[in-house]
């Protein structure tokens, strides 16, 4: 008896495990996707495909468009007009001139008047009334009433939003967390943000605003508590209490990911520690921050990927991008993402795994891996 109930369990935990995610590709004209072993999942045989989320992925037959599920079998019929992507149980589509949501059985979920329909996003979907934004949550429940003129995406559970040209950042469950008092605004990371405030560029640190001194450019913090800044014409790095902690003297910059920071110096890129060092010589024509598998995209004419001691470890023979055509990427992401790279080479795309070979085979178009 405890044996069955062991296999009971263990049957019950795999059938609500995640799908693995999945590549959208394209081979011989048609849409199928590859695993992240390099093996069809789905062979290709749609037209017109989109990348999968949360579970589902968009297929066009017949001119309408429908969902399948991991199997590739068809589980809400090819009815509509025109599809979104899954967010929070729900995907916004078009049908009969209308647009509406679905959940993931196909039906046609309500939702409170708005102007447009807009996405969810991680639990939230903004509403438009009388040319003011809200939000309203996934039981269809307006959480906050429309009053702003823009809210921007959320990011990391907080959003830039603009009343009468101020701009401030509330939270999902639409709270000020700061003032929508200021002339620009950043992200929110670590209850921080960049502002301008008025002439005054500087940083709102718990509400509020600390000016720095002749800044006229702020960068938003992205994964380390450092980010960069431009003073007469000259970038360096800042933190989070808006001291300098490499003072201005480059001419670009980009962000510090892993320690590393790429850097332009004498019409060259290299790399900097959090000490302002150059620990990478400026060799490169162009270059990205580090993933987290320790490899940052290099530039001559191609790009290829160097390790963190500067050494190339994959040949400059690629294009390389942040997404596809159907991407779902916010960020600009490019180079190693969860594991593999999509790039271009010779008129292919495909995926590179961080010792540089090949995942599979080339494609006439490969998406980034989606659940």
Same mark, same amino acid.
């Given at each position: ?6 296999l ?42 989109k ?14 468009w ?58 939230? &979907?903004?509403i438009?009334?009388?040319? *003011?934004? %809200?939000? !309203? @949550? $996934? =039981?269809? +429940?307006?959480?906050? /009433? #429309? ?67 002749g ?14 800044a ?30 590393? &920071? ?5 019409? *060259?890129? %290299?790399? !900097? @520690? $959090? =000490?302002? +060092?150059?620990?990478? /010589? #400026? ?15 290099v ?9 963190e ?35 271009k ?7 590179l ?19």
């Open positions: 008896m405890k044996k069955v109930f062991i009971l369990l263990l049957c019950i935990q795999f059938g609500n495990a995640q799908s693995p995610a999945v590549a959208l590709v394209k081979k011989d004209g048609k849409f199928g996707y590859i695993t992240k072993e390099g093996k069809f999942s789905i062979e290709p045989k749609f037209n017109v495909a990348n999968f989320s949360e579970g589902l992925a968009a297929v066009e037959e017949n001119g309408k429908g969902f399948i599920d991991s199997k590739g079998s068809l589980v809400i019929p090819a009815t509509f007009d025109e599809v979104k992507y899954f967010n929070s149980g729900y995907c916004v589509v078009l049908k009969d001139k209308k647009w509406q949501y679905i959940n993931k059985k196909g039906e046609t979920v309500s939702s409170p008047n708005s102007d447009k329909i807009f996405d969810f996003e991680d639990g939230v &979907a903004f438009r009334q009388n040319n *003011k934004v %809200g939000l !309203i @949550n $996934t =039981k269809m +429940t307006i959480i906050l /009433e #429309p009053k702003y003129d823009v809210i921007k995406s959320f990011e990391n559970g907080f959003a830039r939003v603009k009343n009468n040209e101020r701009w401030g950042i509330i939270d999902k469950t639409g709270k000020a967390v700061v003032e929508i008092i200021y002339d620009e605004i950043g992200n929110y990371f670590k209850n921080t943000t960049w502002a301008k405030n008025g002439s005054a560029f500087g940083l709102v640190i718990a509400g509020k605003f600390k000016a720095i001194d800044v006229d450019k702020i960068w938003d913090f992205l994964s380390q508590d450092l980010t960069y431009r003073k007469n014409d000259k970038i360096g790095f800042i933190d989070l209490k808006g001291n300098w902690v490499i003072e201005p003297k480059f001419d670009k910059a980009r962000a510090f990911v892993k320690n590393l &920071a790429p850097v332009y110096v004498g019409k *060259k890129w %290299g790399y !900097i @520690n $959090t =000490k302002g +060092t150059l620990v990478i /010589e #400026p060799i490169f024509e162009d270059a990205e921050v580090f993933s987290k598998e320790g490899l940052a995209p530039k001559d004419k191609k790009w290829g990927f160097i390790n001691a500067g050494k190339l470890v994959i040949p400059q023979q690629y294009d390389i991008t942040a997404g596809g055509i159907f991407a779902l990427f916010k960020d600009d992401e490019k180079g190693f993402v969860d594991g593999f790279a999509r790039v080479n010779e008129k292919k795309w495909g995926f795994k961080p010792n540089g070979e090949v995942l599979g085979e080339w494609f006439q178009n490969a998406e980034p891996f989606q659940k």
